[in-house]
């Protein structure tokens, strides 16, 4: 069971401002509905469309979709301009997909800022809502109401590290969310995933994990593999780029040892490798500077 169902309360599609026109159900051309730009939900399975829109011609539409109408539209009745949709996406989807010309709706009058909220909390009671789009879900309601994670975390009756780690999921860009969804990956799998900073081993990794079908464990030994060998290289890089540097240092020491030399004084130098140092010792006589 989704934990967002069960916490968050039941949408009430006609809570607001109504009046006798819009508490009933009215028959509203598709072509007049618009989506709702506070729509959280991206992914759209394409069988189960086709599901719905089986059980729709088969049954109707059973549940009235919601949506709303510009504060200037005037009595319903006269309007002939377009509706913004809060609640039925999916419903409309499958009944543009039968090519129904109007569909049953419910008419509320709400502002920008209201619609924004029926819908995010609409799709947020769902269970069948994917991880992506409830991370988003909840991303949205963040920016609409400007709260922190620990104010979003007791709104839903949930921990903030649970909001932390829904959040965490929208790192992951398009196509990599599209080939996790549609590969029907866990959320564990995505998880374990995110362990890898850098995008293009994520993505490799991806695509491993998709090619041998690794389970959860597999999938976080995997990671963990890929990390440790991460690892285990950079000090080698490290101590490449050290010795490097080093060398440097050396001829730039050696050439002044021999300008010296040239100049009559007998510098010499003495170089030893003590493991975790290296000691550079240069000798210059004092009868050097007696005789200069």
């Known amino acids: 069971m989704n934990l967002l169902q ?9 809570a607001g401002k109504t009046d006798d026109a819009t508490e009933r159900v009215h028959r509203i051309p598709v072509c007049r509905i618009l989506p709702n730009p506070a729509q959280p939900r991206k992914y759209f399975d394409s069988d189960e469309t086709l599901r719905l829109a089986d059980s729709i011609r088969r ?7 919601c949506v709303r109408k510009p504060v200037s539209a005037g009595d319903l009745a006269d309007y002939r301009g377009v509706y ?9 989807r499958a009944a543009k997909l039968l090519g129904m010309s109007e569909v049953p709706c419910i008419v509320v009058e709400a502002d920008s800022l209201r619609s924004a909220e029926l819908a995010i909390i609409e799709n947020l ?13 909840i991303s949205a309601l963040i920016d609409l109401y400007g709260l922190t994670q620990e104010e979003v975390a007791a709104k839903l009756s949930a ?3 649970y909001v ?27 998880r374990a995933l995110l362990r890898l900073g850098d995008p293009q081993t994520r993505r490799s990794a ?21 990390l440790e060998n991460d690892r285990s290289e950079k000090p080698e890089k490290k101590k490449t780029a050290l010795v490097r540097d080093i060398r440097i240092f050396y001829n730039t020491l050696d050439r002044a040892v021999d300008i010296m030399k040239r100049a009559g ?27 200069g």
């Open 164 to 190: 932390a780690n829904k959040l965490r999921l929208l790192r992951f860009d398009d196509f990599e969310r599209q080939v996790i969804i549609e590969k029907r990956l866990t959320e564990r799998h995505a």
């Open 206 to 226: 991806l695509e491993a994990i998709v090619t041998r079908g690794m389970n959860v464990a597999e999938t976080e030994a995997y990671v963990s593999r890929l």
């Open 6 to 14: 069960n916490m968050l309360p039941k949408l009430n599609l006609s």
């Open 159 to 161: 921990s903030q590290s």
């Open 59 to 65: 049954h109707g539409i059973l549940q009235p979709l």
């Open 265 to 291: 004084i007998r510098a010499e130098t003495q170089k030893k490798d003590l493991g975790d140092r290296f000691e550079i010792t240069v000798r210059i006589p004092k009868a050097a500077e007696e005789n």
């Open 84 to 92: 913004e949709l809060i609640a039925g996406e999916r419903r409309l």
């Open 125 to 137: 009671q769902r269970e069948d809502l994917n991880m992506f789009d409830e991370a988003a879900a």
